[in-house]
């Protein structure tokens, strides 16, 4: 079993910045990709950024450019740097982690970001 536990949300104004964190224990050796999501309600959840344990990433649309997605292996610690954030990004945002980017297994209990316009 993984263990992942969210920090850095909050409230910030329309072009803050946050940084998440999402620290993973347990049997961590099974992770290789790690990621974000985010689920506002009454829609589907929607995939953030996702990353490999090699490094390769992958964005949403609507986050390219102004999200960061990196991870320190050795800490076992995913993190997200949003900047430039947008009343539209408020929700909350969820870490996951699995075998590979298609297939999450385990993921944590949500840190909510709010912008204020």
């Known amino acids: 079993q993984v263990q992942l536990v969210e920090s850095g949300g909050g409230l910030?104004?329309?072009?803050?910045?946050?940084?998440?964190?999402?620290?993973?224990?347990g049997h961590t050796i099974?992770?290789?990709?790690?990621?974000?999501?985010?689920?506002?309600?009454?829609?589907?959840?929607?995939?953030v950024a996702a990353i490999t344990s090699g490094g390769s990433t992958n964005y949403a649309d609507s986050v390219k450019g102004r999200f960061t997605i990196s991870r320190d292996n050795a800490k076992n610690t995913l993190y997200l740097q949003m900047n430039s954030l947008?009343?539209?990004?408020?929700?909350?945002?969820?870490?996951?982690?699995?075998?590979?980017?298609a297939e999450y297994d385990?993921?944590?209990?949500?840190?909510?970001?709010?912008v204020s316009s």
């Open 106 to 114: 385990y993921w944590g209990q949500g840190t909510q970001v709010t």
């Open 30 to 47: 099974c992770i290789s990709a790690m990621g974000w999501y985010r689920q506002a309600p009454g829609k589907e959840r929607e995939l």
């Open 86 to 101: 947008k009343p539209e990004d408020t929700t909350v945002y969820y870490c996951a982690a699995g075998a590979t980017m």
């Open 12 to 25: 910030v104004q329309a072009g803050g910045s946050l940084r998440l964190s999402c620290a993973a224990s």
